[in-house]
């Protein structure tokens, strides 16, 4: 949305509010649900939030998400180049000295693109100098 609001953007912006408020209270609502249903309401609730963001976003903060993406694609493509996921223990956290051993990288560089993934959410840090699997990250394991 730019500085100056149109009244239809903020028509619009009423409009996505109080269908992403429908969607949230379905899902969290809504009894036991299919793996169908569930993955509807949930692409919903997702399209939903991005067409806000859209809408509100400044071409700054565009390009900033855009460049935080492709950082985070990157970042990503080079754990698995070199292994990284693999090494990470998936109850527990490894020092980032002892995952550097194990993938052969550079532990400062490795710190680095680690950082970025913590930053982003796809890993986690448990203390000063130890990372950790999330969710996100988890999914990069073989079989996955």
């Given at each position: 949305m730019s500085t100056h609001r149109s009244v239809e953007d903020c028509h619009a912006l009423r409009q996505l509010g109080t269908n992403l408020l429908g969607a949230i209270t379905e899902y969290t609502l809504r009894g036991k649900m299919n793996l169908a249903q569930e993955t509807s309401l949930q692409s919903s609730i997702l399209k939903l939030t991005r067409d806000i963001g859209n809408l509100v976003a400044q071409p700054q903060e565009q390009w900033l998400s855009h460049s935080i993406q492709s950082n985070e694609t990157a970042a990503i493509e080079l754990f698995d180049e070199?292994?990284?996921?693999?090494?990470?223990?998936l109850e527990q956290p490894i020092s980032y000295m002892e995952l550097g051993e194990h993938v052969e990288v550079d532990v400062p560089l490795l710190r680095r693109i680690a950082r970025m993934l913590v930053a982003t959410g796809v890993l986690t840090e448990a203390g000063p100098d130890r990372v950790a699997h999330t969710a996100r990250s988890a999914i990069f394991l073989p079989g996955n």
């Amino acid at each position: 949305m730019s500085t100056h609001r149109s009244v239809e953007d903020c028509h619009a912006l009423r409009q996505l509010g109080t269908n992403l408020l429908g969607a949230i209270t379905e899902y969290t609502l809504r009894g036991k649900m299919n793996l169908a249903q569930e993955t509807s309401l949930q692409s919903s609730i997702l399209k939903l939030t991005r067409d806000i963001g859209n809408l509100v976003a400044q071409p700054q903060e565009q390009w900033l998400s855009h460049s935080i993406q492709s950082n985070e694609t990157a970042a990503i493509e080079l754990f698995d180049e070199w292994h990284v996921f693999q090494h990470i223990p998936l109850e527990q956290p490894i020092s980032y000295m002892e995952l550097g051993e194990h993938v052969e990288v550079d532990v400062p560089l490795l710190r680095r693109i680690a950082r970025m993934l913590v930053a982003t959410g796809v890993l986690t840090e448990a203390g000063p100098d130890r990372v950790a699997h999330t969710a996100r990250s988890a999914i990069f394991l073989p079989g996955n």
